[in-house]
């Protein structure tokens, strides 16, 4: 079971619109419309920012959003915000009830 | 609001036992786990899945780790554990618990973390 690749980092200018690249297999992403994404700051937990590959929890700012094109899934911040500097890990259901995460991609706010 | 709260020592020798335990508050692992997991982080790197029990009372572990691994839950005391065989300073991380509920498939609400340390 190989973790799903993410970028290490991207950056944005406030306002922008950044991207998140998850990719991984025809046994997790690609098979399973199981992914989600998770923010996590310093210290602290990971917090879900998406579900069922696009689902947003209450909560959620609408600036969040989720895809998913065959073995890749993406998370999209548009309008970044200061707030949003943090580090964001996707997770897929995988083969045999397993799971797997991506290994986080840092967000920097320029 | 539910909640949950990881326990156990901090501090565990080369070659023992890590075992940790997360008590449920606020709701019942009964009625609102779809499955409940185990995640950890080492120091300074990315979140590793660990294993998870489901309502059906089966559970799953990641393969690199499941000759050394095992979830159980106490329905009773609405609470699950953690144990970790054989542990070496690879397995220094803070662990986390989490709840997969059943209106989102993810993990929706996490435990705020443990830090264990195996000294090498």
């Known amino acids: 079971q190989s973790a799903l690749t993410q970028p290490r980092s991207v950056s944005g200018s406030p306002g922008q619109s950044v991207t998140i690249s998850c990719t991984g297999t025809s046994g997790d992403i690609g098979a399973y419309n199981s992914v989600s994404w998770h923010q996590q700051f310093p210290g602290t937990a990971p917090k879900l920012l998406i579900s069922?590959?696009?689902k947003r929890p209450s909560g959620v700012p609408h600036r969040f959003s989720g895809s998913k094109s065959g073995n890749t899934a993406s998370l999209t911040i548009s309008g970044l915000q200061a707030e949003d500097e943090a580090v964001y890990y996707c997770c897929s259901s995988a083969d045999n009830y397993t799971l797997v995460f991506g290994g986080g991609t840092k967000v920097t706010v320029l | 609001q539910m909640h949950l709260q990881e326990s156990g020592p901090g501090l565990v020798e080369p070659s023992e036992t890590l075992s940790l335990t997360c008590v449920v508050s606020?709701?019942?692992?009964?009625?609102?786990?779809?499955?409940g997991g185990w995640i950890r982080q080492p120091p300074g790197k990315g979140l590793e899945w660990i294993g998870s029990f489901y309502y059906w009372g089966d559970s799953y572990y990641n393969p690199s780790l499941s000759s050394r691994v095992t979830i159980a839950v106490d329905t009773s005391k609405n609470e699950f554990s953690l144990r970790l065989r054989s542990v070496t300073a690879a397995d220094t991380a803070v662990y986390y618990c989490a709840r997969r509920g059943f209106d989102y498939d993810a993990f929706d609400i996490w435990g705020q973390g443990t830090t264990v340390t195996v000294p090498s």
């Open positions: 069922d590959v696009d």
């Open positions: 606020g709701g019942s692992i009964s009625s609102t786990f779809y499955f």
